[in-house]
């Protein structure tokens, strides 16, 4: 196994510089009231010290938020009516608004989320046909810098990070939506049972927040959502890719989509700073990868693009002892896209020569397209503001 390279201090500016352009709005209400969603422990403990209010009653609150799904303070039954009026005049539980949702005839759903600040991102529940329970679809950005060629999102520039609470907040509104917060008897539905950080955005480019945000979500006093349940998508952000497996060690896919780099210069453009021996070493490295927990390669099928049998027999060299699967995914359409779907026999031959090599690779059969809702469909109208003179 390959060192784990160090993320120089130069790369590291480098992206916290360009992160930084990009950063959600602050907090802070217009009234001047604080959003406890997306703080710490740490930081939520500070914030009622500075009422006067001892380290238990953090511990309360983060119950009641993360745990119960509350969203006023005058449902908290174990906190005292004048503390509720306390934390209500200084404190919000925020949520993101929702400005349209669309269910697709095949009961995928589509929030379009607004924020504060007015911009917008989607976010997508994708049932899982076979069971009562399937995965919740977050975006990571307004907007994206990557401009993937095949992907409608990519046509979108970026607009800003989302923050640790807009991050959260989708899947705790997701969970409003479906009455998935504990009962009063205690039972607990699990029909939102994982995170596929893989909606509009690249993560790792946004990676404090989502870090911040996932460690919410982690936590077992809160949601307590596995790490085995939450999966983040990349393009291939190297020296992030390390640092997201050492500190965070979720489950990884990575945006493959071609095995050669002169395409994938074209189609995915991040290529050209982390070609695919960089990228593919960095799966190599990344920890915990096993049979249990394999590193998905996703891969869209463009007809006549990438789809050949000789780009399938490179795949599977490329990938070679890294426990793995691959998603090949139909390229789903969309409004003014140069791309068409590879057809069904292009699909099966390739997919017959991966799995031969040893890894699974189910063709990816596409959801909510009806409602512009399947893999690489998602944007919004939100625009960057452009800064007084």
């Not at 993101?96 to 949702?101: E, Q």
């Not at 995914?329 to 292009?346: L, Q």
Request: hydrophobic share 40%.
């Amino acid at each position: 196994m390959s060192a784990t390279p160090d993320l120089t201090d130069a790369e590291r500016a480098r992206i916290l510089a360009k992160s930084a352009l990009f950063n959600p709005p602050a907090a802070q209400l217009p009234d001047g009231r604080r959003d406890l969603v997306g703080l710490t422990r740490e930081e939520l403990a500070d914030e009622l010290a500075g009422i006067g209010e001892k380290p238990f009653r953090a511990k309360q609150l983060w119950h009641w938020i993360y745990h119960q799904g509350a969203t006023d303070f005058s449902a908290m039954s174990s906190i005292a009516r004048p503390l509720q009026e306390r934390l209500a005049e200084r404190f919000v539980i925020g949520r993101p608004g929702v400005a349209t949702v669309q269910t697709s005839a095949d009961e995928t759903r589509k929030w379009l989320f607004r924020f504060r600040d007015g911009q917008e991102a989607e976010t997508v529940y994708i049932p899982d046909r076979h069971e009562d329970r399937g995965a919740v679809c977050i975006s990571s950005q307004v907007g994206c810098t990557l401009s993937c060629r095949f992907c409608h999102t990519g046509t979108q520039t970026l607009v800003r990070n989302l923050g640790a609470a807009e991050i959260v907040g989708q899947f705790m509104a997701a969970r409003d939506a479906y009455g998935e917060w504990p009962s009063p008897r205690g039972e607990t539905p699990r029909l939102l049972s994982t995170i596929v950080l893989m909606g509009m955005g690249e993560p790792l480019y946004n990676y404090e927040n989502v870090a911040r945000a996932m460690r919410i979500v982690m936590d077992g006093e809160g949601i307590g959502l596995s790490r085995r349940r939450i999966t983040l998508s990349t393009s291939g952000v190297v020296p992030m890719m390390d640092r997201c497996g050492a500190e965070l060690g979720v489950n990884l896919a990575v945006s493959l989509h071609a095995v050669r780099d002169e395409l994938r210069d074209e189609i995915v453009p991040l290529n050209r700073k982390y070609p695919i021996a960089e990228l593919i070493a960095a799966c190599r490295r990344y920890p915990g990868a096993s049979n249990a927990r394999r590193i998905t390669f996703e891969y869209i099928m463009l007809r006549g693009v990438n789809d050949s049998e000789a780009e399938a027999r490179e795949l599977v060299r490329l990938i070679a002892g890294i426990p793995a699967k691959v998603n090949l995914i139909p390229f789903n359409p969309w409004p003014g896209s140069d791309y068409r779907p590879s057809g069904r026999e292009a699909l099966e031959r390739f997919a017959a020569i991966v799995q031969s090599g040893g890894f699974a690779a189910p063709i990816r059969m596409p959801r909510g397209q009806d409602i512009l809702a399947a893999c690489g469909q998602l944007r919004t109208d939100s625009r960057r503001t452009r800064p007084a003179a």
